[in-house]
């Protein structure tokens, strides 16, 4: 029986293989949701936080996760290996660094505002 | 013009959570080989073309991105003129000498910290253990070659808010000239700058971002297209996670592909470009031509490529 992801923020569900990492099963059948980055843990494009079902951590970045975010859930999905069905929100965002269409370089918020980490 | 001062990007230092996951990227699909591990378990890597003991640095930490990156200069009094200059002036901070021999076969290194808020080292002198082929009647490339197998560490791209401190620092203290640039708004500012201090369309370049001390990638050289698109082979083969390419860059005209270690540390291999010389004009590029500024093919923005960094 195969785990499914359940993504709130779009209210959309995937499936995901055993072993897989969240990210990886979302990418392969085509979907959105997570932004895709590095998919090595380093990035934190692909955060999110854990609602509800089992899982285990592969090593993350500590500058994208702390270890006291960790221990409320928050991940990043090309680390996170689901052990269950999983109920996920989405945290990290691609920062737009530039808008081509504004003409210009815009900062989006402040330097901590505008990076992954929250 | 003989090539003076500041002669080549010699090192950089990348951190990786995992080290030997690492070491087996840098050498089996990118195809450096591993040179020494010191008592701290930093692991010290070269490309085949290389002359110096090493040019890439691994360390196991548990955030990823780059440590620093240093520059070879061409003797000791060159070290100590830019060393005072670097003193004396505001754009360089956090200043320190690193003791020779805390890199292997490598002399004192001066390590400061420039605006953007990267940590950058000078050196005069690494041991010359020498490259794969020799220097007595040597054989075009050599034997064993594994992976992509760059001929050597070649630039890095780095994201920083203070784009002018560490322009003006490159420039007026150690000697780069301003290949190439990119300008935004109908003010022009300055949002990215290619650095050489060689005759390379880039030894360094940098993109005004809000972070400081974010690490975009670093860059090995290829001989050919067609090596980098063997490189893309190699990518999927070894399931390595692709970024973006093959394609060429509008910017210093580099053939190009961008992987990620398995840190999430973005590498670049690349081809082609052309030959820099001091009286060559700087280019420059609007932030309305930006799309093929950066891929000249797809002539498109790139989020992932513009916003992902560690
Ligand atoms: S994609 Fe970079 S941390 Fe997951
Ligand atoms: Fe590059």
Redesign the interface.
């Known amino acids: 029986m195969s785990i499914r992801i359940h993504i709130e923020n779009c209210d959309d569900s995937f499936p995901c293989p055993e072993g897989s990492n969240v990210l990886r099963a979302m990418e392969c059948l085509g979907r959105r949701g997570i932004?895709?980055?590095?998919?090595?843990?380093?990035?934190g494009?692909c955060k999110v936080r854990v609602l509800a079902g089992e899982y285990r951590n592969e090593?993350?970045?500590?500058?994208c996760v702390s270890v006291e975010e960790e221990a409320e859930g928050y991940s990043l999905a090309c680390k996170l290996i689901p052990e269950g069905d999983l109920r996920l929100r989405v945290i990290g965002k691609?920062?737009?660094?530039?808008d081509?269409t504004r003409?210009?370089?815009h900062?989006?918020g402040?330097?901590s505002a505008?990076?992954h980490r929250s | 013009m003989a090539m003076t001062g500041v002669l080549r990007p010699g090192h950089v230092a990348l951190r990786v959570l995992d080290l030997e996951q690492a070491v087996h990227h840098y050498t089996e699909v990118v195809g450096l080989s591993e040179v020494a591990r010191d008592a701290q378990g930093r692991v010290f890597l070269k490309a085949w073309d290389e002359a110096d003991h090493h040019s890439v640095v691994l360390r196991q930490a548990d955030e990823a991105g780059m440590d620093y990156m240093g520059w070879r200069v061409d003797s000791d009094a060159t070290l100590d003129r830019l060393v005072a200059e670097l003193e004396a002036s505001p754009l360089a901070t956090e200043t320190t000498w690193i003791a020779a021999g805390e890199h292997p076969h490598t002399g004192r290194r001066f390590r400061f910290t420039i605006p953007t808020g990267h940590s950058m080292e000078l050196y005069a002198h690494r041991d010359v253990t020498g490259c794969a082929t020799g220097y007595l009647n040597p054989e075009p490339w050599p034997d064993g070659l594994k992976g992509m197998a760059p001929s050597r560490f070649d630039h890095c791209l780095l994201y920083g808010d203070d784009l002018d401190g560490t322009v003006e620092l490159f420039t007026r203290i150690l000697g780069f000239n301003l290949a190439e640039q990119v300008v935004a708004g109908p003010e022009r500012l300055q949002i990215a700058a290619f650095l050489t201090c060689s005759n390379k369309a880039h030894d360094v370049a940098f993109i005004r971002q809000p972070m400081k001390n974010k690490f975009h990638h670093a860059s090995f050289l290829l001989g050919s297209w067609n090596e980098v698109l063997k490189a893309a082979d190699i990518i999927s083969k070894k399931k390595v996670s692709l970024d973006l390419g093959p394609t060429r860059h509008g910017i210093t005209r580099g053939e190009t592909i961008y992987f990620f270690d398995p840190s999430g540390n973005r590498n670049e291999v690349f081809a082609g470009g052309y030959i820099w010389y001091p009286d060559k004009p700087t280019i420059t590029w609007t932030d309305d031509q930006l799309g093929p500024a950066i891929f000249y093919h797809d002539r498109k923005l790139n989020e992932a490529f513009l916003s992902v960094v560690t």
Not at chain 1, 35 to 43: A, E, T
Not at chain 1, 94 to 98: E, G, I, L
């Open positions: 932004p895709v980055g590095c998919r090595g843990g380093g990035c494009v090593t993350i970045s500590r500058a691609m920062a737009r660094s530039f081509a003409g210009g370089f900062f989006y402040t330097p505008a990076s």
